[in-house]
């Protein structure tokens, strides 16, 4: 307003006038607050369900078990509920669900004595375990392979038997421990009886003879195997599961 006088801003104290003592207490529980407030945001991050948030383009599964709660269990990819997993085999779909066997140690989260371990999806997504389906014998471990709906009972076990194909590998027989056998389930892949002819493919004097995949050939009219032999791959054929020609 004209001819009043502009009422002079007060300065704010200068810090050099607060005691240093009284400084660094200051600073000291801010920085207290600071720290305090990092560890409780990373502490909410860790023990946070992985999936509460997940992306908005992948579809929510419904219901959750109590493994999934574990913040680094992956959430999309198959694990089992415990102990050790490696290589996946056998799959197959059969009337809707999806059966994934894989290499497991029921025993042990370190590599042991291999056994099949088996699980069940109708989504590749929401997995059921099931008890083991292949367990190592007199013959050894029971390493990886694959496994066939026997359509038109070539095998004999039924038509629509599964017809499973591992490596046994003897871990007492280290040079030529590894030799091909067969196994056969009536129930859908979920027991299955071992041949009692096996090996049904003993080693060729080969240290490493294993991990052998089984296809059925429509134009020969016959099963294809082949097996990884050394540095090189070997092909065998059979019109029935159990006996193979080279």
């Known amino acids: 307003m004209t ?30 607050a600071l720290l305090l407030v990092t560890l409780s945001l990373t502490r909410s991050k860790q023990t946070m369900p992985h999936f509460i948030t997940p992306d908005p383009y992948l579809p929510k599964p419904p219901d959750y078990d109590l493994s999934r709660l574990e913040p680094r269990r992956p959430l999309f990819h198959f694990t089992p509920e415990k102990m050790w997993m490696n290589d996946p085999n056998g799959m197959f779909f059969l009337d809707g669900v999806y059966h994934l066997y894989y290499q497991f140690h029921p025993a042990s989260t370190d590599w ?20 083991v389906a292949l367990a190592p014998d007199s013959l050894g471990y029971i390493f990886s392979g694959s ?49 009692p002819g096996n090996p049904v493919i003993p080693n060729p004097d080969l240290r490493a003879f294993r991990d052998p995949k089984v296809i ?24 029935n599961t159990p006996a193979r020609a080279h």
């Open 147 to 195: 496994a066939v709906v026997d359509a038109e009972n070539t095998a004999g076990h039924g038509a629509g038997a599964i017809v499973a194909f591992f490596t046994h590998h003897d871990p007492d027989a280290p040079e030529q421990s590894q030799s091909q056998s067969v196994a056969y389930s009536t129930d859908g892949g979920y027991t299955f009886e071992k041949f």
């Open 216 to 239: 059925w050939d429509a134009p020969s009219r016959q099963w294809l195997m082949v097996v990884a032999a050394g540095n090189h791959v070997r092909f065998y054929g059979s019109r």
């Open 112 to 131: 042991g004595p291999m056994h099949w371990g088996h699980a069940t999806s109708t989504d590749l997504v929401h997995w059921a375990h099931h008890p």
């Open 3 to 32: 001819g009043s006088k502009a009422r002079p801003m007060k300065a704010l104290p200068s810090t050099s006038s607060v005691p240093w003592n009284l400084r660094l207490l200051l600073f000291s529980l801010s920085s207290a």
